[in-house]
């Protein structure tokens, strides 16, 4: 079992900055990969970024080069640093984590899930 708790959510203007952070309970977080979801009000959650066991990332076209995945396995956590935030980045964002080698972009293919920090981007 893993628990994960995000945090770092907020209110911010639009070119703003926001680093949100997931701290996972257990002692196997290192053999999980994480990713990085959000949802907006009316539409499906959607990926965001995800990054491997291994430390490798990948992110979703509409994020790529302004927001970067990272992990520190010596403290259980992920971290998503969003920078040039926009409007249309306004949403829960959830972590989640997945033991299975797959590409890490699909919903279904995680494991266990947080409860979700909301970002609002204001213009």
């Known amino acids: 079992q893993v628990q994960l708790a995000e945090s770092g959510g907020g209110l911010v203007q639009a070119g703003g900055s926001l680093r949100l952070s997931c701290a996972a309970s257990?002692?196997?977080?290192?053999?999980?990969?994480m990713g990085w979801f959000r949802q907006a009000p009316g539409k499906e959650r959607e990926f965001v970024a995800r990054?491997?066991?291994?430390?490798?990332?990948y992110y979703a076209d509409s994020v790529k080069g302004r927001f970067t995945i990272s992990r520190d396995n010596a403290k259980n956590t992920v971290y998503l640093q969003m920078n040039s935030l926009k409007p249309e980045d306004t949403a829960v964002y959830y972590c989640?984590?997945?033991?299975?080698?797959?590409?890490?972009?699909?919903?279904?293919?995680?494991?266990?899930w947080g409860q979700g920090t909301q970002v609002t981007v204001s213009s």
């Open positions: 989640a984590a997945k033991l299975s080698a797959t590409s890490g972009t699909l919903v279904g293919e995680y494991d266990y």
């Open positions: 257990g002692r196997t977080f290192s053999t999980y990969a």
């Open positions: 990054v491997s066991r291994f430390h490798l990332t």
